[in-house]
């Protein structure tokens, strides 16, 4: 391996999105992740899009029954730039209050005295001497690949030294150490597939990979549990645990590992039914600033014994420690599940039936929603399987059954009943309402929502931009929250379409501009920051399932306030007084003496 060392700190500026040099192929130059073709998905060219859309069909034939829709997700990227700019507070005219703040957090942010370049370029040094120099990188590709994702607007310019890829939790204890003596910033990265800037290195320092620690370590069918490290892929543990009938349920990105799946609370489709990643956490093994390792609570399904440390480290972004195992809770894969799609006049209607489905009890696997504009891009430019049908360009639903065969037969009846009032006038509610009447059928309905993403990228005129929020409400005000937004953006004369997992009350609208229109971009920002609003004002949240990473910090103390984000604050001096775990992201650091 090269031990090239980089004359400077790489700047992104020619790493524009779509001629992303190490994108093109990211790991190539690297033997170890060479190995690991699957780990991220952030290249803007057509050989990577590709190779996206085959994952995406490959996690959903490799699960059949319980298909990754991930895409969605995503749409939820983006927002977060936005909000570097444009805060949600009511600012007052000149530099308001949020602009003073943003600043003097700006100022108090750099004057944490972190090592210079050299000296991190030592630490690294260090770090080879005790796990040995194939641990270590410092080619320049493999630093662009792990700093940068063209899925996120929320990137920083400034890439890590050095790339570490440990091994066990005991070569995690002895980065730390080193990092924490040299006051150098480490930065855990999975897969690199989070959408928010979150594994981006604002402060430079040390990226550590876990490609290496991706086994299961021990797997508990008889308590529905599973010990795994955390490079391990959430479709790869599938595949391999159902043999016993057990499955995770959390389906964000196909690529996504569970270090950084724990590290986002990431959900997805499933979690209307399953819930998100901080229900599924037993435990986790957790290496601290300093190197100390700690477990955070043994293996029972229920403990009162003390602090809920694990839920501490569920979704913190590496900002408090480095998992290096955790155990997760399995759920029966059902024994029978089906598809079913229903469209509606308006997008107000198919909410509102959204909101009464949710309301009724009956257990749904999955309830998404798709706007006219996201059916009429299927109709035009979706896959062979996708087009086999013409699909209605109306408002449509995707439901997700699951149980036993009867079960379903029975939520059918129910839901069709439920959702009659909200169909098509004129149109009985069996014409608006597809059941999949084969399993290949429903594959193929399901692969019309998995699509969704990547068909609407994949249109995408060259020079324009996506930008998309996600917010999650209360579900009593989904369809007005949806219908406002929708009106909103459709007015601005652009590509901009609503979809989400609205059975959890998570949506996203994309809108497609050109980033040099300068009227545009505006309108598009002042679009998404009113949406923001209305999330917050519906006691909503900013960031339905993305977590916050570089994009979301400002929004984030809209939604809790100071005195949270200040307690939040406290817990990290507390445990990281260095504040070299993935610095600079969920919030910035403050002296308290400012
Ligand atoms: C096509 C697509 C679809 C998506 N759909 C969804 C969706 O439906 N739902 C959803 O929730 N998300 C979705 N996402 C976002 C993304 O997949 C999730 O955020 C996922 O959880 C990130 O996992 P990762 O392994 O890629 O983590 P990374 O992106 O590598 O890292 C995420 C964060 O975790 C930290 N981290 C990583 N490993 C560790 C560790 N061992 N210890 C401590 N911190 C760590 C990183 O520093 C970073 O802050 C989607 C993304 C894409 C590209």
Redesign the pocket.
């Known amino acids: 391996m090269s031990r090239r060392l980089p004359s400077g700190l790489p700047r992104h500026s020619w790493l524009c999105p779509g001629r992303v040099n190490a994108a093109a192929n990211p790991s190539a130059s690297h033997p170890l992740s060479r190995q690991h073709p699957l780990r991220?998905?952030?290249s803007g060219s057509p050989q990577k899009s590709a190779e996206?859309q085959q994952l995406?069909q490959n996690g959903g034939q490799r699960w059949p029954s319980l298909a990754v829709?991930?895409?969605?997700?995503?749409l939820?990227?983006g927002a977060g730039a936005l909000f570097a700019q444009n805060r949600l507070g009511r600012e007052p005219a000149g530099e308001g209050e949020a602009a003073i703040r943003r600043r003097n957090n700006h100022e108090r942010e750099r004057s944490i005295a972190y090592a210079s370049p050299s000296q991190m370029l030592k630490a690294a040094e260090g770090i080879a001497k005790s796990l040995g120099p194939d641990a270590v990188t410092y080619e320049k590709d493999v630093l662009e690949h792990h700093g940068h994702?063209d899925?996120s607007t929320s990137n920083s310019p400034v890439r890590a030294v050095a790339v570490v890829y440990p091994r066990s939790t005991a070569d995690v204890s002895c980065i730390a150490r080193i990092c924490s003596q040299h006051k150098v910033p480490m930065?855990?990265?999975?897969?690199?597939?989070?959408?928010e800037g979150?594994?981006s290195q604002p402060h430079s320092g040390i990226c550590?990979d876990?490609s290496y620690?991706d086994k299961i370590i021990a797997f508990h069918p008889d308590d529905m549990d599973v010990v795994v490290q955390?490079?391990v892929?959430w479709v790869d543990l599938n595949s391999r645990i159902a043999h016993a009938g057990l499955f995770a349920p959390?389906?964000?990105?196909?690529?996504?590992?569970?270090?950084?799946?724990?590290?986002?609370?990431?959900?997805?489709?499933n979690?209307m039914r399953y819930g998100?990643?901080k229900d599924w956490v037993l435990n986790l093994t957790?290496v601290l600033a300093d190197g100390t390792i700690i477990k955070t609570r043994r293996r029972p399904r229920k403990t009162s014994a003390g602090y809920n440390l694990t839920s501490l480290?569920v979704g913190?972004?590496?900002?408090l420690?480095?998992?290096?195992e955790a155990t997760l809770k399995l759920a029966p894969i059902p024994q029978d599940t089906s598809v079913a799609v229903v469209t509606f006049p308006t997008i107000r209607d198919a909410a509102a039936a959204a909101s009464s489905l949710i309301r009724s009890g009956i257990q749904l696997a999955a309830l998404e929603l798709m706007d006219d504009v996201q059916m009429k891009v299927l109709n035009e430019h979706g896959s062979a399987t996708v087009r086999k049908r013409k699909w209605l360009e109306q408002p449509t639903l995707f439901l997700k059954f699951s149980g036993t065969t009867e079960g379903i037969a029975s939520d059918v009846d129910r839901v069709a009943g439920i959702i009659k009032p909200f169909t098509t006038p004129g149109m009985g509610s069996a014409d608006a309402f597809h059941f999949a009447r084969s399993k290949q059928e429903e594959h193929d309905l399901w692969a019309a929502r998995k699509e969704a993403?990547?068909t609407m990228v994949s249109i995408r005129p060259p020079g324009t931009e996506v930008w998309s929020t996600d917010v999650a409400v209360p579900v009593s005000r989904l369809a007005e929250i949806i219908d406002l937004s929708k009106r909103e953006c459709g007015q601005l004369g652009i590509f901009a379409s609503v979809i989400g997992?609205v059975g959890d009350g998570n949506f996203h609208v994309a809108m497609m501009y050109d980033p040099r229109d300068a009227d545009q971009k505006q309108a598009v920002g002042r679009c998404v920051k009113n949406m923001m609003h209305r999330a917050l004002d519906m006691e909503g949240t900013v960031s339905?399932?993305?977590?916050i990473?570089i994009g979301k910090k400002d929004c984030l103390v809209d939604e809790l306030g100071e005195e949270t984000i200040g307690l939040m604050r406290t817990l990290k001096k507390a445990v990281d007084p260095g504040w070299v775990m993935?610095p600079g992201?969920v919030f910035d650091w403050a002296d308290e003496r400012a």
């Open positions: 991220r998905f952030g996206r995406l829709a991930g895409a969605i997700g995503l939820g990227f994702s899925w930065v855990p990265f999975g897969a690199g597939s989070s959408v979150n594994f550590i876990f620690m955390p490079g892929n959390l389906d964000p990105s196909p690529t996504a590992t569970i270090g950084g799946m724990v590290s986002t609370n990431c959900s997805g489709t979690a998100t990643m957790v480290f913190a972004e590496g900002t420690g480095i998992v290096t993403l990547f997992h339905g399932e993305h977590a990473g993935n992201k």
